[in-house]
């Protein structure tokens, strides 16, 4: 099948079904990676998985991640910390370890794939969980924002751990380069909050050009691909480099117009074309498995969800007060573009099976259908 007639279907079908399932409840993603298990060789087999598609994947996954970066300021991550840790501890450590353990000593997965399948399941995404914090407008209370951070630090800890998997150095190596990278980021951003009016006001002077729009976007896309491509080097996914990107973004330094003209562009192309293309593709990789996987499959979605309605009733119960328990725990719930992309990156690599693979993908589904409907309750902000 021609690519752009793939892309078109692929798109359509997950644009679709991501709506219809969203009528009822249930995150888009869910019906966008359903539609790409339905297209794909798992049931229909109308359209193959292919290298093409799969650098689509990763162009698509870029701006995706960049946008939450861009979403997530270090403000609110230095603000909320200490509180945000104890809760990645419990809802993300905590719950993939048992999912380790489980993966290993019951079903004798080797230990790599064990790690991957652990974190891959066990991590919320920030993606779900930040539409949905949006959505629902808890964004500005404290609760909302202790997890949006929480769910900043599993993900970036999640990364971290497949980049050590992935072993492109030495363990020792890579934590050198990961500390450096760490401190010159941090300085930079502290730098750049210093100056930030004169950077605002050579981004204003820049906008007011005749291509001052144009060459800002193209600054912040190749300042993400800077970012990304060094990250890349010292051995870790450039996923966490599009997403240490955003995170430089900031109003102040852009300005209030262009800062927003940035989200809402990035936002628009992601939600509809980047996200729903992400997910189909990611579905198309889904292959039927066997009988001893579909246990492992179960397990690991009944431990998951256990953790969760626990560990995030008790947590909600002491730090929060501003935001209900089982608002919390649906919040928690949120699976989608981080254990999706932990996954393709580990596929490719060589890290896990194909049949691993899609126990990640169907997990992720049906964990974004369990818990996020809790939310109902809670009044929606449009």
């Given at each position: 099948m021609e690519i752009l007639m793939a892309i078109l279907i692929l798109v359509a079908s997950a644009t679709g079904l991501g709506l219809i399932v969203e009528e009822v409840g249930i995150p888009h993603v869910v019906g966008e990676i359903g539609a790409g298990i339905i297209l794909g060789p798992a049931l229909l087999n109308f359209i193959s998985y292919t290298k093409t598609l799969s650098d689509l994947a990763s162009v698509a996954l870029f701006f995706i991640v960049?946008?939450?970066?861009?979403?997530?300021?270090?403000?609110?991550?230095?603000?909320?910390?200490?509180?945000?840790?104890?809760?990645?501890?419990?809802?993300?450590?905590?719950?993939?370890?048992?999912?380790?353990?489980?993966?290993?000593?019951?079903?004798?997965?080797?230990?790599?794939?064990?790690?991957?399948?652990?974190?891959?399941?066990?991590?919320?995404?920030?993606?779900?969980?930040?539409?949905?914090?949006?959505?629902?407008?808890?964004?500005?209370?404290?609760?909302?924002?202790?997890?949006?951070?929480?769910?900043?630090?599993?993900?970036?800890?999640?990364?971290?751990?497949?980049?050590?998997?992935?072993?492109?150095?030495?363990?020792?190596?890579?934590?050198?380069?990961?500390?450096?990278?760490?401190?010159?980021?941090?300085?930079?951003?502290?730098?750049?909050?210093?100056?930030?009016?004169?950077?605002?006001?050579?981004?204003?002077?820049?906008?007011?050009?005749?291509?001052?729009?144009?060459?800002?976007?193209?600054?912040?896309?190749?300042?993400?691909?800077?970012?990304?491509?060094?990250?890349?080097?010292?051995?870790?996914t450039y996923v966490l480099g599009a997403f240490f990107a955003g995170l430089l973004i900031s109003r102040a330094i852009v300005g209030a117009r262009l800062f927003h003209m940035l989200k809402n562009t990035f936002r628009r192309l992601n939600n509809s074309f980047f996200i729903p293309l992400f997910f189909s593709i990611a579905g198309l990789e889904v292959s039927l498995i066997s009988a001893q996987y579909a246990l492992l499959l179960i397990a690991l979605l009944l431990v998951s969800t256990v953790s969760v309605l626990v560990v995030g009733y008790e947590w909600a119960r002491i730090e929060v007060h501003d935001i209900k328990p089982t608002s919390v725990v649906a919040l928690l719930g949120g699976r989608g573009a981080v254990g999706v992309a932990i996954g393709s990156i580990a596929l490719s690599g060589g890290l896990i099976s194909d049949n691993i693979y899609s126990i990640i993908v169907i997990a992720t589904v049906c964990l974004s259908t369990i818990l996020p409907p809790l939310l109902r309750g809670q009044r929606t902000v449009r």
């Open positions: 960049l946008l939450i970066g861009i979403e997530a300021t270090t403000d609110v991550l230095i603000k909320h910390y200490a509180s945000a840790a104890k809760l990645t501890v419990v809802s993300f450590i905590v719950p993939s370890s048992f999912l380790f353990l489980i993966s290993h000593f019951i079903f004798g997965i080797p230990l790599v794939m064990c790690a991957i399948i652990s974190i891959a399941v066990g991590v919320p995404s920030i993606s779900i969980v930040s539409i949905l914090i949006l959505k629902y407008g808890l964004l500005h209370k404290e609760g909302g924002q202790k997890i949006l951070v929480s769910v900043v630090f599993s993900d970036i800890l999640a990364f971290v751990i497949l980049a050590a998997l992935s072993g492109g150095g030495s363990s020792f190596m890579l934590a050198i380069g990961l500390t450096a990278f760490s401190l010159t980021f941090f300085a930079l951003d502290f730098l750049m909050k210093r100056h930030a009016r004169e950077l605002s006001d050579i981004f204003g002077s820049l906008r007011k050009t005749e291509r001052g729009e144009a060459l800002s976007f193209s600054f912040v896309i190749i300042a993400g691909l800077v970012i990304a491509s060094l990250l890349q080097l010292i051995g870790v």
